[in-house]
């Protein structure tokens, strides 16, 4: 069945440096969404990417797409404490099929 | 504006024993969806609603049935509850399509023992 697979499960940084996250996909993809959920919390939804090779950045985010629509990551620069939780993206094949990933979650130290 | 509203937020079964999970959603958004989590899997699809009068499995609907009562209200029910359906669940919302990100609810913790 369709899988979409996040690396790395888990991930710890300082305060201040660079986190990645990325995205594969079996199949083809119609678009991708990039979620984050706060421990104790419910995701939410930060960002869409529809088009191929696609860039978009919000404030320290950047969240790209491959040319293939089969992968994408999501980079954070200079983390910050408010930056700690789980980032999920989650691929669309279509109207109401979204697959999620397993996640990244990610620990800022101080 | 409450968004996506769940009840109850936390909820003890014993094996065997029934439930209803409420979901309410004020944003009128045509679709709307339940998902279940569980550690290192990620959120799956359990039943979906694309429109109101219509439900569709997701990826793991088995011990589950869905009601979509309305345009607002999304409910699961577990018939029979099982220590498997020991979970987080979600209910989500969206305007529907594929244009559009999900609201989520703030969750029901629901163990099963």
């Known amino acids: 069945g369709q899988q979409v697979m996040q690396i790395p499960q888990y991930q710890h940084v300082q305060e201040g440096e660079d986190f990645t996250t990325y995205c594969n996909s079996s199949?083809?993809?119609?678009?991708i969404q990039w979620y984050k959920q706060r421990p104790g919390g419910h995701p939410v939804f930060l960002i869409q990417?529809?088009?191929?090779?696609e860039v978009k950045k919000q404030k320290r985010l950047t969240f790209q797409f491959g040319e293939a629509k089969k992968n994408s990551s999501l980079h954070i620069t200079a983390t910050q404490t408010t930056d700690v939780g789980t980032y999920f993206c989650?691929?669309?094949?279509?109207?109401?099929?979204?697959?999620f990933g397993t996640g990244t979650r990610l620990t800022v130290i101080p | 504006n409450a968004g996506v509203t769940q009840t109850p937020k936390f909820q003890v079964l014993k094996t065997g024993q029934s439930m209803t999970l409420q979901c309410a959603q004020d944003?009128?958004?045509?679709?709307m969806y339940w998902y279940r989590q569980d550690p290192g899997m990620g959120l799956r699809l359990i039943y979906y609603?694309?429109?109101?009068?219509?439900?569709d499995k997701g990826e793991v609907p088995n011990g589950y049935n869905v009601s979509r009562l309305n345009k607002r209200e999304f409910s699961l029910r577990l018939e029979s509850a099982a220590p498997s359906q020991t979970s987080v669940y979600f209910c989500?919302?969206?305007?529907?399509?594929?244009?559009?990100?999900?609201?989520f609810g703030s969750g029901t913790r629901l163990t099963v023992v």
């Open positions: 989650a691929g669309n094949l279509g109207a109401n099929n979204l697959f």
């Open positions: 944003m009128n958004h045509n679709s």
């Open positions: 990417l529809v088009k191929s090779g």
């Open positions: 199949t083809t993809l119609s678009n």
């Open positions: 609603s694309a429109s109101e009068g219509t439900t």
């Open positions: 989500a919302s969206s305007e529907g399509g594929t244009g559009y990100g999900y609201t």
